[in-house]
């Protein structure tokens, strides 16, 4: 190598060393990409794709969206256990991904106040149509739908406090690619929570593929700049497993 490249590299890896680390945490060089794989012998109600050892799950289609609103929820889900356990405050940013009817939507409307915003994340146009004339009857405005994508939930990058997701992660048809955009869009410090039916009792009476132990999303999220704070148990179904950028 000449003198003269020489130097120019060095000079070069000086300036590059004196740089600020980039503030979202996100590497310079992507990540592997996830490896997804197609089984043809498969859970009837999954995909037949797998990630990380786990069936990814059919998405539970609009038809079905009054289920979403059934009165027994209440004594199934006890919201009103969750929504203190999310520690919401007066004026945050918060997100619901696969927000459906918008049933949890609409409490972390509340919960966050007129001087906070709700982006209520939906793949199904349907599905966010329902949500908008239920969040009009109710005089909620301080929700925002958006029409995401599989692989893209389509937020605004680190401007959440938090995001929620009820019911929804073992649908995600690209769960790495929605991971990664979920983080870029949350705030340093902001939580990313999973809501999930417990894979790890039998008594739990939900299909299979509907369900994640708590081993396998943290497996799943080893590879993220997050970490794992606290995984609640006080539901009567589901755990709450969260996370912090
Ligand atoms: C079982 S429903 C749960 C709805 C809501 N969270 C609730 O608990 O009432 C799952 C929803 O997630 C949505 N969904 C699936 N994959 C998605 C993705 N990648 N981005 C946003 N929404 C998604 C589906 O369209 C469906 O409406």
Known sequence: MSTRLVWICFAAALTL???PAPADASPQTPPPAPVYETRANHDPNGIGKFYLGREIAQVMGHQGADWLERPEREKEERPDLLLPALHLRAGD????????TGYYTRRLAAAVGTNGLVYAVEIQQEMLDILTNKMAAAKIDNVRPVLGTVEDPRLPAA?????????????FDHPAEMVAGMVRALKPGGRLVFVEFRGE????????????????????????????????ETLPWQHVIIFQK
């Open 17 to 19: 060393a004196g740089r």
């Open 93 to 100: 940013r918060a997100a619901d991904i696969g927000a459906g």
């Open 159 to 171: 401007g959440l406090d938090l995001i929620l997701m009820v019911d929804v992660y073992h649908e």
């Open 201 to 232: 009792d039998p008594q739990v009476p939900i299909k299979l593929v509907h369900k994640m132990t708590e081993a396998q999303v943290k497996k799943e999220l080893a590879g993220f700049p997050l970490k794992w704070v606290e995984t609640n």
